[in-house]
């Protein structure tokens, strides 16, 4: 089966290598020629674990080709994804101009039955939008169906997510869509994926309803970190006292500086956004947006009061500044209002990320200076602070890392560290949610 994707970032780049490795004969396209001409070299634009040697596999076996020509994608496919951003407006509503955009060039060069994807998050009716440009475009003259399949991968293990989801979801009117959609992902009923086959409104909300609920229980456990903070009580201990109730579940209690990335801080505004256009008031996810951007106004704080009240003048180094680690990604990362407010008030950065100081230097103030390694950033500091918790930061050298600090101070907005251990090497030491003093051992 040929199957065309538009859009070649991070959900296309992984959906069309999947697909491929899944047996399929892929075009992966974009309109950015610069990532493209990299493609066709072997060289890949983005850094996610293993996409690499999946891309170059599946390019070996001919299934996987890249091209700027959307026309001919288009022509050959039965079936096109459609993967590209859509980002967010002034007002938080989702952008769907890149969207309608492809929708129109599919309508320009239908000369077939095609199966119509959205990949890309979209709000509820968009299903609606493309189907009526397609239909109005193409005057009708060939069958087609659209049909939403969202996508969950998380960055960093967008393989492993895509190829063992919890779950796939499609949505659309027609059966022979449906069935197509069951064949290309017929791998994943072999593992016994469940698959929730809807309408498409219903496969469109599935994605924000998720993505909202998952940035609420992020939030939650950040908020409840902040109670700890004030009550004496230790948010590891909470988070686990709940996460152990089933109904709960352990994962996304994690406390840390707020959430970003390209997926939560959108959706959750254009959730809200949807909800408003739909004649409600959807409060939580406003409180959950709100409660966000003080939890990230927080963490400055609690870098500021580390230091002593003020951070001008002061050498702060910065470790992990991608949103989370495993990804180049630093779209909305917390580091950036974080960097930004301390270069603000006069502290002198020096930062390093193992994989997103490229992306971070268009992103971040130029005074930032951008390091070899840990050890090069804490070099002179007078306060350390860790902002992803990349591996690689989890088992640092404490004497080695004592003796290059101009001061012995660390603050760990991810909780890698035990304060005790900190404490007992020497470091005042700050994290988060964690005011207890004494713990019972075990
Ligand atoms: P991205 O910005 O990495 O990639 C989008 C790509 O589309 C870009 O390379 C851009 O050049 C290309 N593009 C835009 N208009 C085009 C056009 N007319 N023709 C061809 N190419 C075009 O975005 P992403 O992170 O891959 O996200 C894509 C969609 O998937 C978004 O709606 C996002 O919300 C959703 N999503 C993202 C993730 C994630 O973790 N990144 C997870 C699930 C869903």
């Known amino acids: 089966m040929h199957i065309a994707v538009v859009g070649s970032g991070y959900v296309g780049l992984v959906t069309g290598a999947c697909l491929a490795d899944f047996g399929m004969d892929v075009t992966c396209v974009d309109k950015d020629e610069r990532k493209i001409a990299m493609l066709q070299r072997g060289e890949v634009p983005i850094y996610e674990p293993g996409l690499d040697a999946l891309i170059a596999k599946n390019a070996k076996a001919g299934r996987l080709r890249f091209t700027t020509d959307v026309a001919e994608a288009v022509q050959r496919a039965l ?32 000369n077939g039955y095609k199966v119509v994807v959205t990949k890309s998050t979209v709000p509820i009716g968009t299903g609606q939008i493309i189907e009526r440009i397609i239909r109005e475009r193409s005057g009708g003259k060939f069958p087609f169906s659209v049909v939403s399949n969202p996508e969950f991968l998380r960055e960093g293990s967008a393989i492993e997510d895509f190829m063992r989801p919890d779950r796939v979801v499609i949505g ?42 998952l940035a609420t229980k992020v939030t939650f456990i950040n908020e409840v970190a902040v109670l700890c903070e004030r009550l004496g009580a230790d948010v590891h201990h909470v988070a686990k006292g709940m996460g152990l109730d089933r109904r709960i579940g352990p994962k996304f209690l994690h406390p840390g500086p707020g959430f970003g990335g390209s997926c939560f801080p959108k959706d959750t505004r254009a959730l809200v956004d949807i909800a408003q ?8 996810v406003e409180a959950v947006v709100e409660a966000n951007e003080r939890i990230k106004a927080r963490m400055v704080e609690k ?6 009240g003020s951070v001008a003048g002061q050498v702060i180094g910065i470790l992990g500044l991608a949103f989370k680690p495993e990804t180049d990604d630093m779209r909305e990362s917390p580091a950036i209002p974080i960097v930004s407010e301390l270069v603000k008030d006069g502290a002198k950065i020096r930062a390093f990320d193992p994989a997103a100081m490229e992306n971070a230097k268009e992103l971040l103030p130029a005074e930032v200076v951008y390091c070899q390694d840990a050890y090069d950033a804490a070099t002179g500091a007078d306060c350390l602070v860790i902002i992803t918790e990349w591996n690689q930061f989890r088992s640092l050298d404490l004497e080695r890392l004592a003796a290059c600090m101009a001061k012995p101070l660390v603050v760990d907005l991810r909780n890698v560290y ?14 988060v949610g964690r005011a207890a003093t004494q713990l019972p051992k075990g």
């Open 418 to 431: 035990e304060p005790e251990k900190m404490r007992e090497a020497g470091f005042a030491y700050e994290c």
């Open 172 to 213: 659309a009117r027609d059966p022979q869509a449906i069935a197509i959609m069951k064949d290309i992902y017929a791998p994943l009923y072999l593992i016994e994926t469940p698959f929730v086959i809807t309408n498409v409104e219903s496969a469109e909300l599935i994605k924000y309803a998720s993505n909202a609920f």
């Open 303 to 308: 870098i500021r009061k580390a230091c002593g």
């Open 277 to 284: 256009q739909a004649g409600y008031r959807f409060a939580i």
């Open 79 to 110: 079936v096109v994804f459609i993967a590209v951003g859509t980002p967010p407006r002034e007002d938080g509503s989702a952008d769907l101009s890149y969207v309608t955009q492809v929708a129109e060039t599919i309508a320009d060069h239908l």
